[in-house]
């Protein structure tokens, strides 16, 4: 039987500010998951096999771009489904286009304690990545289990970058920290393109702070450990946000990663997940990251899962089975909850070379090494 095509677009940012996020956490788990698939013999539906073909526009990191290239996808190139872009703002711009269209918007950088809302307003709008509380509460939660243990105080130093994800991962921070009984010696944002670093850690360090938490964009995540490591202040937690778990962090500090603490975190035990790591290395030429990674091609293979289930291109049936099913990934079984998956390891930590969970509890790879090693000059 001859094998018949699905057409698969997208607009992603290949250029611009964005274009880093999304060169390692989601443009090549696209490009995987195709060849994937077309190497296993295809998505198997009612009529036939159908091998997938990908339709790509570079967005610019611009949402206008981004919408016109979602427009020319369905419009002109006819594409059977969508795949969404890197990033927030992105998903949000966008998401009134893909609901206008019937399309199923299968975001994964779409970090947001908004998103319940949003699925009020777009019925076919997911996240897989979670929400900002579900971050900022398990930093509070493993903290609290770290001072009950004694292994840490109860000062706390809180930065944050001065736009939405900052704030919002802030704010549910600042709470629970608060609520758990912590007390911030230092609370403050720093503006989005801050970097230069070190009147702020010196003032941080000398309030002596137990833990140091940045709610930060990859560019400061690489800043901040430099400038750290230069005044000598080594709190026994350090712990950054965004770019943490990616490869270009332990390439750029090497053994002064052991025992940093970020978002993500992976377990090597998962079934399934290091042949994706080792699949990933080879296809795209480069390592994934240790958290946005593996969610994106999870999501995947949910879409493809639905599909299989549905048995044919019905959009709205399609949005429907990926609402209310169950799924097998390389993360486990994967079911949302009003279209968002809360399943996901929360926080890790670099211990020997590996980016290793380790909360929450029940899914955690590893125990928290602290106090974290000193930096080495």
Known sequence: MPKKTLRVGFAISKSGPYATGAGITIYPNYVLWARDVNEAGGIK????IYTIELVEYDDQSSPEEAIKAIQRLVNQDKVDLLLPPWGTAMNVAVAPVFHQLGYPQLGVANLSDKTPELVEQWPGYFSFLGTSSQYS???????GELASQGKIGKKIALVYVDDAFGLELSA????????????????????????????????IKNRQPDAFI???????????????????????????????AFPVYIAKFGQNTEGVMGLGGIDPNQ????????RHKEVTGQEPDRWGSPVCYASLQVLQQALERVGKVDRPALTKEI??????????????????????RLLGQWQNGEFLAVWPKDKAAAQPIVPKPNWKK
């Open 214 to 244: 940045a709610c930060s964009y990859p560019a400061e995540t690489l800043a901040l450990p430099e400038v750290a490591n230069l005044l000598d202040f080594n709190p026994p937690v350090f712990l950054t946000a965004v770019g943490t």
């Open 172 to 203: 549910a921070a600042r709470k629970k920290l608060k609520d758990t009984g912590f007390d911030l010696v230092y609370d403050e944002a720093y503006p989005l393109g801050t970097a230069d670093f070190q009147s702020l850690l010196t003032e």
């Open 137 to 143: 509460e398990a930093i509070a939660d493993l903290l």
């Open 45 to 48: 539906l009612s009529d036939g």
């Open 271 to 278: 079934p399934g997940l290091m042949d994706y790591y080792k």
């Open 323 to 344: 609402a209310s099913g169950s799924f097998q990934t390389i993360l486990g079984t994967v079911k949302l909850e009003r279209n968002v998956y809360y399943g996901n």
